[in-house]
């Protein structure tokens, strides 16, 4: 099983073989099961013998965080844990962690490629700790893996579930295989999954419309047109969501008039579409330049009294950003921030452009100052530090820097390290190392060492761009053993630089 790939067992005559069967359909709902969860801990290995005392005040926040259920903390924390400290985590700990990841908790602004590196992290920690998932623990990590895509991720979970011999998935988990396959475009694989299940237990429209929502992601406009009109000759009557996925297909594709299309489909069904249906529109809208009928679907969402969310906030200040109104854009922000969420980077971004470049400018701007104290919007370190991600979006990293500066004079240097890499990666990704070894030097004064993905990055640029001499600055401290480089980011670097170069094998001594 282990030689072969997802794809190599993904024909209907091996489904039940070579992939998990899965058993009967869920009973209970996915929250029930959330708050009855079991463990299988028959094989659980003990927790290595570590003091206390060498357990930093991460592990005493993480521990907090679990108790407590405070997703955006759990997720902090935890990331923040060092390798002994990681082995200290229990099931419990480990299931607290994947609840955030599956719910989006707090990575609802990131990629699927992002989560999945995440998540494939946290099951080979999880595995290699010697703790034994139950089946249904498994299966959510399906269930993550499926909904970005990823069949690779998924092969690995089925696999250990084979050689584990646990019980096989429930369909409510099955379910997110088959959306791996349409969203990488199997379609055989895909809808032979979904008849099989539709022959064995009548498949529901929420099955048919996981394939839609897996088509679209994909971008595989044939496939979903014709699993659509397959949907119909089976007897299931499109839904909201159904004219949902196809609508958000189109207005990925900036393809408008069938986008509106669809949106008119929705407008048939409900006098209220969702807050999701409205912000993809006006977002399609905002993109084709149509700012008029932009603000027109925003003022109805508003006359409706639909509730904004991040992204609808998003909207609107990407929406006042167009129209010059900075005032406007800020009050999405203070909105945001309200309801203690994160800004987006696009959020931040449309900021950075309406309030223009700030490069020298040594004090901060009064025009800046009279928009925020208009827009009843505070003046924090952390708008500073988000408004540098907006910068380093727009590669103005001349006025990411400077306004870097300002979020130093009001917090010191102690809590900017962060802010100091992300201004850093952006002078890297424009090719200037010059200034982003300067900033590593300021930074390093500072007491603040680098993290593995702006180090890899520098060690990226210094071998393509020549300048291998001056490696010595990032490689000494990964020798070390100041900072660890993630597995994955290696990986990348292999890629980029190849993996005989001489200075990819002293990084590769290190990493394993």
Known sequence: MAANTIRSIGNAAALSTRLTVFGPPCVASIQSMRIARTFSTATTAAPNPIQNASLSTDFAKFKEAVDKVRPTDIWRSYRRLQGNEVSQLNLEDYSKILDVLSTRAVLHNRKDEYVTRVTLELWKSLISSGRTPSAEMCGRFIQVFGRAGSLKAVQEVVDYMTRAKLPPLAWHQHRWIMHAYAR????????DMFMKQRLDQKVTLQDANLILHGYSRGRHEARLLAFFDRMVSLGLTPDILSHYHLMSFYAAANDLPKAAEYFAQIRKLTERPSIAAFNIIIKAYLDAGEVDKARGLFDEMETLGIPKDPNTLTVAARLAASQGNAQGAWSAYRDVVLNKRVPTPMMMTNLARVTGPVSGVTEIPAKLLLDLSVANVKLTGSLLRYLVQGYVRIADIASAEQVM????????????????????????????LTNALRLLQEMQAHGHALESISSTMFIEKMVNLGRTGELEVVLAPIERGEFGVVPDHFMILQERCGADHPIVKRVAAVVK
């Open 405 to 432: 500066r300002w979020a130093i004079a009001k917090l010191g240097t102690e809590k900017v390290r962060g802010t100091y890499l992300e201004v850093i990666r952006g002078y890297l990704q424009a090719d200037d």
């Open 184 to 191: 990488g475009g199997d379609a055989t694989t895909a809808e």
